[in-house]
């Protein structure tokens, strides 16, 4: 941003913008790291630790929705069809994650 004089949104966009096209023509993709902020990398390691942090992210939305709405609607209704269904399938997408973001 002060390179740029630009806002905060308005470097998002661009560098939304610079994935979009990076990935549209296979060009290296841009990772984010806490000490170098945004950056190209070539390296496939830096790209699968980038990948992993948002999936360990969901995984964690996931868990607390399991934990602290879906845990006590099925304490209460354990016959309700509905958060059984969603308990089978959340419960496969956090072991899938869980796996994804090791």
Not at 1 to 15: C, D, E, F, P, W
Not at 31 to 48: H, N, V
Request: net charge positive; glycine share 6%.
């Amino acid at each position: 941003m002060a390179a740029t004089r630009l806002k905060k949104s308005q470097v998002q966009r661009g560098i939304r913008h610079l994935r979009d096209v990076g990935a549209a023509e296979n060009l290296a993709p841009i990772i984010w790291r806490r000490k170098a902020g945004y950056m190209f990398s070539d390296g496939p390691a830096d790209w699968i630790e980038h990948e992993k942090k948002p999936l360990a992210q969901v995984l964690g939305r996931h868990t607390r929705m399991i934990t602290g709405t879906l845990a006590p609607h099925l304490a209460r209704c354990p016959d309700d069809e509905w958060a059984q269904l969603v308990a089978a399938q959340l419960t496969g997408v956090s072991a899938t994650l869980a796996q994804l973001s090791k």
